[in-house]
């Protein structure tokens, strides 16, 4: 008797632990289909992941994802060559990326990225659709072009949950953001200058100041402390030449 009830419950323990490690994705995106669709197609993983972040095809409509599709286009992609020896690979892409373009959406990011553009326009980069470049209008050029992201191409340099589709704005961290919104002191300002960060409110203090040199490397460093509403810290910052500081 009993081991019949504690089987009966085990089933709809492994139904429910079934729904469960499902439901990330699909209850979730039933009901509120935030963000953009993942990925599930490893021939385009493996294509067009090669050299940078698989771009989800819902970031961009499917008239934009033809062009950059065309034999011309991927002749000269950037300036890299990426056509396919073999058209049946080609063709695979084509359609996965179409079928699942931003136009073709139900997925709330992917229609607003599509509604921003008029419909004449088939932009090949994602960062020059209005909607994107809008959300990123506010970020300085020096942040952009450091370093640890290089471009705005670059989504997971700061976008930590980019490969799910979430492109949240609480999921997003900017490296050296603190060293950015400083630089200006950073490069102009004696030891002992007292500052406020933008857009944190911490007050700052830059303390000193060093050349450090290793091999042939010299970078400029200084040490800053912050102060906080509850947090006191003390940073060091070096630069080469003409660089960012990081
Ligand atoms: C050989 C390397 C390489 C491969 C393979 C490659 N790309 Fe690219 N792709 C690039 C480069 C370089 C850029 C420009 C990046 C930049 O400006 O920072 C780029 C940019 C892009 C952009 C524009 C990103 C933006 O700025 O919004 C898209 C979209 C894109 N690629 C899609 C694809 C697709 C689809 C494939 C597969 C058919 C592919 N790429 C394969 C090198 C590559
Ligand atoms: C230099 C860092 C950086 C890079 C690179 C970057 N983003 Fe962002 N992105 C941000 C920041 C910061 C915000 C939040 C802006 C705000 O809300 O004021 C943002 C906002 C967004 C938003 C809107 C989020 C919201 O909650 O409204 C989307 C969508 C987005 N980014 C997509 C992308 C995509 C796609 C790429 C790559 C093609 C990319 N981003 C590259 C920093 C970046």
Redesign the pocket.
Known sequence: MTKKYISIGLFFVLIFAAIQSKSDYNLLNIFNKRGVQVIENTTYQEECGACH?D?QPG?LPERSWKKLMTNDELLNHFGEDVSFDDSSTANKIIKYLTLNAADKSSYN?SK??SRSLPSHQSPLR??NTP??KR??H??SKE??TQQS?G?????T???NN?HKGD????S?T??NIKAGLISIELNTQKDGYVGIVKSTNESFKIISTKISSNLSVKKLCRVVSFKGNDEFSVRTYCKIKGGFWH
């Not at 471009?151 to 989504?155: G, I, P, V």
């Not at 492109?167 to 609480?170: G, I, L, W």
């Open positions: 972040f771009y970031l990011r607003k990225i994602i960062t909607y994107i959300k990123h506010g970020i942040l952009i992201v471009s705005l191409s670059n989504c340099a700061c976008h980019a492109y949240d704005d609480d997003v900017i490296p």
